[in-house]
């Protein structure tokens, strides 16, 4: 079961998520192709998802494969997980930031949580 989320509503998902769960997961891959994961704290910016305060080993990988999907776990049992998928750079103007260009958001359970709230969320 999945609900799209405009580019244009990340904002205020990310922000509900944030004052209601907590902190993101950005998930990435480093050079031989196996699964990275991170614990951030994502705001968006001009349409595009910043994640501040990433590490120097984050960043080297990052710089080496683009591909990052961020994710809000489920606030309660059986709730919606927020997901948004983009490609990550190293900001320029500030060297430890990350910047996502995200490709696409959406709110996910599987088919077993159906019986979990009904999304009321922003």
């Known amino acids: 079961m999945s609900?799209?989320?405009a580019n244009s509503d990340l904002s205020e998902h990310i922000a509900y998520f944030t004052q209601h769960g907590g902190s993101a997961i950005l998930l990435g891959a480093n050079e031989a192709g196996q699964t990275?994961?991170?614990v951030c704290d994502p705001f968006v910016d001009d349409g595009r998802v910043i994640v501040a305060h990433v590490g120097?080993?984050?960043?080297r990988l990052i710089a080496t494969?683009?591909?990052a999907t961020l994710v809000f776990p489920a606030i309660e049992p059986h709730g919606w997980t927020?997901?948004?998928d983009g490609h990550a750079r190293v900001s320029?103007?500030?060297p430890e930031a990350v910047i996502i260009e995200p490709s696409g958001g959406m709110l996910h359970?599987?088919?077993a949580h159906a019986d979990g709230p009904e999304w009321t969320g922003v």
């Not at 120097?56 to 960043?59: D, I, T, V």
Request: hydrophobic share 40%.
């Open 3 to 5: 609900i799209p989320v």
């Open 92 to 94: 320029d103007a500030d």
């Open 82 to 84: 927020f997901i948004i």
């Open 109 to 111: 359970r599987p088919p």
């Open 56 to 59: 120097a080993s984050q960043r």
């Open 65 to 67: 494969n683009p591909q």
């Open 36 to 38: 990275r994961v991170w």
